[in-house]
């Protein structure tokens, strides 16, 4: 009787381990068609400033309120709302680029107090 269910209790594990390695592997696609969906597009640089930002890509459709500034350990965020992604600056200078996709843990951008 011992013998019969060491085969099933390995068939057992093998199945849960197959489940619960399948789950990462499906964010790891999405995250991946994200980051190959951000090269193909025209997004600002690292390194631009607002003045060069403006003048390539035009005028945000909205800039929201800045943050941080408070010490010098947290310098001043601006962000500006482009259609279909986000333009973050450290001070004056672009740091990141952001797509604005629809996901469980996004929210938007005006809501971030």
Known sequence: MFKQMIPLYVLV??????????????????LMKRVQKEHRMQLPTRGMTMA??????????????????????????HRWEYPGYIVYFERNHVIHSVLNTPAGNNRHPAAIH
């Open 13 to 30: 594990l093998a199945f849960l381990s197959a489940i619960a390695m399948a789950r990462p592997a499906q964010a790891d696609t999405l």
């Open 52 to 77: 060069q930002v403006e003048r390539r890509f035009g005028k945000p459709t909205r800039k929201l309120a800045a943050r941080g500034g408070d010490t010098t350990k947290r310098p001043i965020i």
